[in-house]
């Protein structure tokens, strides 16, 4: 389907959640999905506000598939009861928890199948015991989080999740590096096959070849350029697509302008990798006001810790990195770039957990 098909299915980038909560009539063709979700923006707006701001966390049965499996770079689940689980957990640490929608960059990729990414800024109030916290702190926190969903007939079939969870660590006045020492060290005991996946992923990343957008796609420059910069380390290539004010938003506090700053964001996860190995696992465009674009990447990059650079001394062991990112186009130029990648579970696997 054409990226920009169905035009009034727009963003919400920027509208308030009581104008987008409004009921309205359906407007696009959803097969299977319930009568009360007018397009597939309205339907990952108004779920996650019905099982996240509501409470309702039981919807979870009616809007995931009973084996939906969820990745994130800390860990994997699978089935229905793991993703409740883990709802009520967040919830029951942070009630007050409001996941402020930035926006939904969508793309029907078969009939009825779309794969949906999901930005949000999740603000809460830590008031109850988590695993990254710990023990209630009170602290206010405010973090970034992308979700990628695989929906199909009302139901969520696959889900990649990405947090700013180092970030996150820093405002619960937690070191993120003690954390993950004591992460790792957990990792260690028990059965090591259950961190199998993340070997998998790796080897995934390495052996099978990166998706590439077709040539008209709004997509294609953005993931050239930065195969461009890992695959082949061409950084004033790569940058050659971006605006000369480009602002970049990216994990950790992390916010650059202009084509240089770019470049040192890319160059902050090259420069401790060796043998680098970038791979594109999908991309999405929407159209939107004035003209611009939106344009959505999930991306994976592995490569052995072998550099001096941001995470410390190298320690030899094999990394990925799991992230999203969002774009805004212009007359062909990024001129915004929000990537979102969980940095404390890269600390993790350097500290040895997670299998590495």
């Not at 407007?27 to 509501?54: A, K, M, N």
């Not at 049965?61 to 969820?70: F, G, I, K």
């Not at 405002?171 to 096959?193: C, F, K, W, Y």
């Not at 199998?196 to 294609?220: N, Q």
Request: glycine share 10%; charged share 25%; hydrophobic share 45%.
């Amino acid at each position: 389907m054409p990226w920009d098909a169905d035009p009034q299915v727009s963003s919400p980038f920027g509208r308030p959640i009581a104008e987008l909560l409004e009921p309205r009539a359906r407007r696009q063709q959803l097969d299977g999905f319930e009568p009360l979700y007018s397009d597939i923006v309205d339907y990952i707006l108004r779920c996650t506000h019905r099982i996240w701001e509501e409470k309702n966390i039981g919807l979870c049965r009616t809007h995931y598939a009973e084996d939906c499996p969820v990745f994130t770079l800390g860990g994997f689940s699978a089935g229905v009861d793991a993703v409740i689980d883990n709802t009520v957990a967040a919830i029951a640490g942070s009630p007050d928890r409001s996941p402020i929608a930035e926006d939904v960059i969508w793309s029907e990729d078969t009939p009825g199948t779309f794969l949906s990414s999901h930005r949000i800024v999740s603000f809460a109030t830590h008031l109850g015991h988590d695993a990254i916290g710990g023990a209630a702190s009170g602290a206010h926190t405010g973090v970034r989080v992308i979700a990628d969903c695989l929906c199909r007939e009302n139901l969520i079939v696959d889900e990649w999740l990405v947090r700013d969870n180092l970030q996150l660590a820093r405002m619960l006045g937690v070191d993120p590096l003690a954390l993950a020492r004591r992460q790792a060290a957990a990792d260690r005991e028990g059965d090591p096959a259950r961190h199998g996946w993340l070997a998998a992923e790796r080897a995934r990343v390495r052996d099978t070849p990166s998706i590439e957008p077709p040539g008209d796609h709004p997509a294609a420059p953005i993931a050239a350029a930065l195969d461009r910069a890992f695959n082949h380390d061409l950084y004033g290539e790569a940058a050659a697509i971006v605006w000369p004010a480009i602002e970049a938003l990216w994990p950790s506090g992390r916010r650059t302008y202009g084509p240089a700053g770019w470049i040192g964001l890319l160059l902050q996860l090259r420069a401790p990798l060796r043998d680098p190995c970038f791979r594109l696992e999908h991309y999405a465009a929407r159209p939107l006001p004035d003209g611009d674009i939106a344009v959505a990447l999930r991306w994976s990059l592995a490569g052995r810790h072998g550099g001096i650079g941001v995470w410390g001394l190298p320690g030899a062991r094999e990394l990925l990195i799991l992230a999203i990112s969002h774009y805004r186009l212009r007359a062909g130029h990024i001129v915004e770039d929000i990537t979102v990648f969980d940095e404390l579970a890269v600390l993790r696997q350097i500290e040895g957990g997670l299998g590495a």
